[in-house]
């Protein structure tokens, strides 16, 4: 029988993770507390403790404890595996990957029984949210794996007693999602809802979107103006409304390095926008957050300098960061130039917008 930790403070909780941290490095396999129900846990360079949830029967997980350890773990999970696990991490999702996603990444430092183990069902992983499963991850010095039942269990007590091999689990706090983690299976470029739990298959569906944020100063004048242009564009090649664009796989927004939020565009650029058939009333502007940037697919500035900026405290984003301008030019800020500045700038906007609507893949 599991022993059953229940803490009441901040500094048993502390005590019951170090606890679970000293039986797992000792092959033990521990029940932890996820949003998504409790889940029985070994760490992966643990072959007793792997061993142990091999036998329990459940298909595993190999849960990365970043989504950047995820991708060393598996270098060529596909594009769209990356962006549901860069837009949907943590939380109860299950991604089944498949081995050659494994093929040169850090899978290869565990043990052979384990990376049996882990592709005996096929490769799956998965981040659970939750406070004692996140400590967990911070403290351990490997990922941990997880067995992946059918049923969602709520309790320490019922995992327990479901898993034999449990000898300590940790009950604090309550499941949040009693639907349980949805599985999604990557297959080539495409995907498909193994089993639907708490994230629903249209929300799974816009998460594979491609997401495009334009970044200026204060994302009053220029970014916005470049969103709603490159909305209105695409909604007419798509032959949609712009409503419709999540649903095609778009979403479009905009952001300022100086920005703070819910400020109006300017009213020369709703104007503008407005004679390109887009309303930009609505407009609040946000400040360019590390949520957006680890969500976007393309990131456009307006000038070098604004990249720059990005890239000091992002390099790991070269590839995603661009000047909006082809050329390498900079659109210089229009705000207090008159209208006619505006003007010059909605047009040389528009002109890179074409240029870079050219590199789209529109179906």
Not at 90 to 96: D, E, N, S
Not at 188 to 196: A, F, I, K, L, T
Not at 238 to 262: E, I
Request: charged share 25%.
């Amino acid at each position: 029988m599991a022993e059953i930790l229940r803490p009441d403070n901040g500094d048993d909780l502390q005590d019951a993770v170090h606890q679970a941290v000293q039986r797992l490095a000792s092959g033990e396999v521990v029940g932890v507390a996820t949003d998504g129900g409790f889940l029985p846990v070994a760490l992966a360079t643990s072959e007793a403790g792997v061993a142990l949830l091999t036998n329990s029967g459940p298909p595993l997980a190999l849960l990365p404890r970043t989504s950047y350890e995820a991708f060393d773990f598996l270098p060529e999970m596909s594009r769209i595996g990356f962006k549901l696990a860069r837009r949907l991490w943590p939380g109860p999702i299950v991604l089944q990957a498949g081995e050659a996603a494994a093929q040169d990444g850090l899978l290869g430092s565990l043990s052979e029984s384990t990376r049996a183990a882990l592709l005996r069902d096929g490769l799956q992983v998965s981040a659970p949210s939750g406070e004692i499963v996140e400590q967990l991850g911070r403290l351990v010095a490997a990922p941990l794996v997880a067995a992946i039942p059918d049923s969602v269990f709520d309790s320490a007590t019922a995992v327990g007693d479901a898993f034999s091999e449990i000898r300590l689990a940790i009950d604090a706090g309550n499941v949040r999602f009693a639907e349980g983690p949805t599985i999604v299976k990557l297959a080539g470029d495409g995907w498909s809802v193994e089993r639907e739990g708490v994230v629903r298959k249209e929300t799974v569906q816009r998460m594979t979107a491609e997401v495009v944020i334009f970044v200026c100063t204060g994302n009053t004048c220029r970014s916005p103006l470049a969103e709603a242009l490159l909305r209105g564009k695409l909604a007419a090649r798509l032959n949609c409304s712009l409503d419709d664009l999540p649903d095609r796989g778009w979403y479009v927004s905009s952001a300022g390095l100086a920005a703070g939020y819910g400020s109006p565009a300017s009213p020369e650029s709703v104007q503008l926008a407005r004679e390109h058939g887009v309303d930009l009333n609505a407009h609040e502007s946000q400040p360019l957050t590390e949520r957006l940037l680890n969500h976007a697919d393309f990131v456009f500035t307006m000038t070098r300098g604004h990249r720059e900026a990005i890239l000091s405290r992002r390099p790991d984003l070269v590839e995603l960061v661009e000047l909006l301008a082809r050329d390498g030019s900079d659109v210089p800020d229009p705000i207090g130039g008159g209208f006619d500045e505006y003007q010059r700038c909605c047009e040389s906007i528009e002109k890179h917008l074409d240029d870079i609507l050219s590199q789209f893949s529109l179906t």
